[in-house]
């Protein structure tokens, strides 16, 4: 199949962006305190960062995790529905470890299996969950699968059927202990269900609930301590707003922070840092893209809007952040640790972001991933790999130091 063809099929649907105004980039001070900076030897300027591939194979693969049980082992979801299984020692597995394809609609681009996350017991639960697009109608599901059983458990779900654009998919424990999960906004171009703003929708939002408990026959319980369990008319679940698409966000294991990466519509991509105790943020979508207001219409003169802390312009090929990790490994953890690593889907350059310790943060490009990188994700030990959608490989990520 032609490259091309193949990129301009993504680069329409997955990053819905289109590069109309030039700016020139730039690292955007901080509007909250950030978490503290880590010390670690290499200034962001004098990193690089480097891939070696170790697999190959892969049908769309959009998420890497470790199920930390001390096998060694690393999950691969592949938006098609399957979850592959690879180690160092034996590479990829020919089976998968579970099928989702018949439960998944993955036939829009933005659509299909779109994120996983082991239980932090998994070694004695074998509880996975995953976020995927549901297959009888489209609407954005958050489900608990027993692997030892191959039972699912549909524990959320959201309409999602209009468009098929913008299904965030992203899930994650934090250091709190509770599941994380993001959802768009609905999809099609300027927030048309002007959900970004609402509480009353799960559209926008990343969500964070207790999943180790069941409240009402649920499946699981609303943490006390979310932003808006006593605001009349607000979905509980919700913890932070203001989101367009939230492809991948991660937890920094040393300070429970959150990085988002938030793709941008037409001008600018955006990478949002909150503390564990900015719960309630409100990120500004869609009364505001990145710094810039977007639509008046949807701004209100007594919102606190929580400031990206990194952006960059949809010029020279950019087209959607992927939102990385802070790197947190043994291996590298003199020259990249604490270095939050994060790259454009489309011009596959790299950049690394380091909290200052004075509220800012230093920024540098790192260098280049191979094409289409779709996801970073951490081994056992904190070690970097990384997924890219066509044609489906799997890389091992090293630094240097310049
Ligand atoms: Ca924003």
């Not at 690089?48 to 999950?75: C, E, K, M, N």
């Not at 105790?277 to 949807?298: M, R, T």
Request: hydrophobic letters at 35%; a negative charge.
């Amino acid at each position: 199949m032609p490259r091309g063809k193949r990129t301009t099929r993504l680069l329409l649907a997955l990053a819905l962006t289109t590069a109309v105004a030039p700016a020139s980039w730039a690292a955007e001070a901080p509007s909250a305190g950030g978490a503290a900076a880590a010390p670690a030897a290499a200034p962001p300027a004098d990193l690089t960062v480097t891939t070696t591939q170790v697999a190959s194979g892969l049908r769309r693969p959009i998420a890497v995790v470790s199920p930390q049980d001390g096998t060694g082992r690393l999950f691969i979801a592949e938006k098609t529905g399957a979850v592959r299984v690879y180690h160092p020692d034996t590479g990829l597995a020919a089976g998968p470890l579970l099928d989702l394809t018949s439960r998944v609609n993955a036939n829009d681009n933005e659509r299909g299996l779109l994120g996983i996350a082991p239980a932090p017991d998994f070694r004695r639960s074998q509880l996975l969950y995953a976020a995927y697009t549901r297959a009888s109608d489209n609407a954005v599901t958050l489900a608990r699968i027993d692997v030892r059983r191959g039972t699912v458990r549909e524990l959320i779900t959201q309409e999602h059927s209009e468009y098929s654009n913008h299904n965030g998919g992203q899930v994650a424990f934090g250091k709190d202990g509770h599941l994380y999960w993001s959802i768009g906004d609905g999809g099609g171009s300027g927030d048309p269900f002007r959900t970004g703003q609402r509480l009353d929708t799960l559209l926008g939002k990343i969500l964070r609930v207790d999943v180790s408990r069941s409240c009402d026959g649920a499946g699981y319980c609303v943490p006390e301590d979310n932003p808006f369990v006593d605001t009349p008319g607000a979905r509980p679940e919700i913890w932070v707003s203001g989101l367009r698409n939230a492809w991948k966000f991660s937890f920094d294991e040393a300070d429970g922070s959150l990085w988002i990466g938030d793709v941008g519509q037409g001008r600018t991509e955006e990478v949002n840092h909150l503390t564990p105790a900015q719960g309630g943020a409100n990120l500004g979508w869609s009364c505001k893209e990145a710094l810039d207001v977007l639509n008046e219409d949807q701004c209100d003169p007594d919102a606190d809007y929580t400031d990206p802390v990194f952006t960059y312009p949809l010029t020279g090929g950019n087209c959607a952040v992927i939102g990385g990790r802070v790197y947190r490994g043994k291996e590298y953890a003199d020259l990249a640790g604490g270095t939050y690593v994060v790259n454009d889907f489309c011009t596959s350059r790299v950049w690394g972001l380091r909290p200052d310790g004075s509220g800012g943060y230093d920024s540098a490009v790192l260098g280049s991933f191979p094409t289409q990188v779709t996801a970073i994700g951490t081994d056992e030990n904190g070690e970097f790999y990384a997924v890219n959608d066509l044609p489906g490989q799997f890389f091992k990520v090293s630094f240097a130091a310049e």
